[in-house]
């Protein structure tokens, strides 16, 4: 059977894909600067005999496995970078870096999609079709998928199905999560100033108080959630900014706020930032301040295609069992690859590394998880990627 084949194509290279991780791990780097990830991700894939293009859009790089026989072509995706924060658990392999570590499990992804690598360049001869192997930059921060679609990873051959998938702190080990539809949202940002006039603090009267009116602002804002949006259609607001002032006495000339937006559809996501400037006008026409509002789109919210996450469950039920796939449950979070599922039929799902009872929180200074995890994922991606071309 072709599952009992990807399994003991995974396990026969393991331990090669734990050394890798371990590698990753202790060695971590930040968005933008994955140059030793990446070259160690090319120079795997090389030796597994798998065509590999490097510095793609920044330090993306794309292998190419031609199956034995022809067919469709498959994209499966990796992330490569790691988080500005200073690691405090306590592993064999911590971060050798100060202030940088792997806290969401992309060094796993890396690693976890070199094994998937290494299992189907043994099986290419019965591949029927073509998988291409996506390790994108900066999931973290500018959104590295986006910078590879433009660089055309997704034609030459064209690309008819795209996977990827996440370790999850809220998935249980040896578990699969998968959903179809809206999984992850759309991570938007905003940046108010409010300008007023700068004074005395005993003599408000004289001065325009920019602080009152960003504590309005930051309320109000919280009224489009609780008032004017719709209840049923989730979103995010959240002020996580607010600067302004220099001491007890001194009303400041003005006050910048900074947060985040995190919706799912197109018509919240412009609605809230428009809101948001109905309030700004209004108090600060009142109070006679001024502002500026700048709202920043961030990825588009992430959302799976019903066949291609059909194709996933089916394919995870036979690596970890029926009894181990469940449904995943959306997240505010954001996630570059749905630059990816924007533009082609795609699914991304979770792999559990969570100990039974337990959560494991990611991008904190403690995350760590067994790695065991790599195994599952590296053999649903294979399963996954083989049942797509041999469905189509
Ligand atoms: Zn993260
Ligand atoms: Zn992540």
């Known amino acids: 059977m072709l599952s009992q084949e990807i399994k003991r194509c995974v396990e026969k290279f393991y331990s090669r894909g734990v050394e890798i991780r371990r590698r990753i791990h202790q060695n971590p ?5 994955e140059r030793e ?3 160690l991700a090319a120079d795997t894939l090389r030796e597994f005999g798998i065509a590999t293009r490097t510095s793609i859009a920044g330090n993306g790089v794309l292998g190419l496995i031609r199956g034995g026989k022809p067919g469709k072509t498959v994209l499966l995706r990796a992330d490569m970078d790691a988080l500005a924060l200073n690691e405090e658990a306590d592993v064999p392999y911590k971060s050798k870096k100060p202030g940088i570590m792997h806290a969401c499990g992309h060094d796993g992804h890396t690693a976890g999609l ?37 660089a055309g990873i997704l034609e030459d051959p ?6 990827g998938c996440h370790l999850w702190g809220q998935g249980e080990e040896g578990t699969v999560q998968v959903k179809s539809g809206p999984l992850m949202a759309a991570p938007d940002e905003f940046r108010v100033t409010l300008k007023g006039r700068g004074g005395h603090a005993g003599l408000p009267h004289s001065a325009v108080d920019p602080v009152v009116l960003a504590a309005h602002a ?20 959240s002020v996580c900014m607010v600067r302004g002032g220099h001491t007890h006495n001194v009303i400041p000339e003005s006050v910048e706020l900074q947060g985040t937006i995190r919706t799912f559809d197109e018509e919240t996501r412009s609605f809230i930032p428009r809101e948001m400037e109905k309030i700004l006008r209004g108090l600060t026409l009142a109070a006679g301040a001024s502002y500026s509002f700048e ?5 588009p919210p992430l959302i799976n295609d019903p066949a291609a996450t059909e194709i996933v469950r089916k394919a995870a039920e036979k690596i970890v069992g029926p009894d ?4 995943a449950r959306e997240t505010m979070g954001g996630e570059d690859f749905a630059y990816v599922a924007q533009k082609i039929p ?9 100990p039974p009872g337990k959560q494991v929180i990611h991008h904190s200074p403690h995350f760590q998880w067994d790695e065991r995890a790599l195994k599952v994922s590296a053999a649903c991606l294979c399963q996954t990627a083989f049942d797509f071309l041999l469905e189509s």
């Not at 930051?218 to 609780?226: A, G, V």
């Not at 709202?295 to 990825?299: I, M, N, P, T």
């Not at 181990?324 to 449904?327: D, F, L, N, P, T």
């Not at 795609?346 to 969570?354: E, N, Q």
């Open 29 to 33: 780097e930040l968005s933008e600067q």
């Open 37 to 39: 990830t990446a070259q």
């Open 114 to 150: 070199l094994l998937a690598a290494m299992a189907l360049s043994e099986l290419r001869d019965k591949l029927p079709g073509t998988v291409k192997l996506m390790f994108q930059p900066a999931e973290e921060t500018v959104g590295g998928a986006e910078g590879m679609i433009e």
């Open 158 to 163: 064209h690309v008819d199905a795209a996977f």
């Open 218 to 237: 930051i309320l109000e804002f919280q009224d489009i959630m609780s008032r004017r949006k719709d209840p049923f259609v989730p979103a995010v607001l």
């Open 295 to 299: 709202s920043l789109r961030r990825y």
């Open 324 to 327: 181990k796939v469940g449904a």
């Open 346 to 354: 795609s699914s991304f799902f979770m792999v559990g590394i969570a």
